[in-house]
């Protein structure tokens, strides 16, 4: 079955980096877009970056522009999400999506926190 496994979320100081990783099985993975959402305290789920399967485009959403790089490794089934310049309102759990005929997959979520 579909597996989405989030990793390398932390305690990060702001304007520093993070990069998270989720591993995929289960399903054709250089065949899907991937994205990336977030959860922060209290607040509903957003959309964070998406990279698409075959021509790899990204796009992210405004607040992350520049700050944040989504990539993918279809060789090691893994995406994943560069984080740099890092403010406390990127707070949140982190997740991994992926749409897969119509049905929406997700991950545990990796739970990143920015703090001095």
């Known amino acids: 079955q579909v597996q989405l496994v989030e990793s390398g979320g932390g305690l990060v100081q702001p304007g520093g980096s993070l990069r998270l990783s989720c591993a995929a099985s289960g399903f054709s993975f250089s065949s899907y877009a991937m994205n990336w959402y977030r959860q922060a305290p209290g607040r509903e789920r957003e959309w964070v970056a998406t990279?698409?399967?075959?021509?790899?485009?990204?796009t992210y959403a405004d607040s992350m522009k520049g700050r944040f790089t989504i990539s993918r490794d279809n060789a090691k089934n893994t995406v994943y999400l560069q984080m740099d310049s890092l403010k406390p309102e990127d707070t949140a759990v982190y997740y991994c999506n992926a749409k897969i005929r119509l049905r929406g997959y997700w991950g545990q979520g990796t739970r990143v926190t920015v703090s001095s």
């Open positions: 990279i698409s399967s075959v021509t790899t485009t990204t």
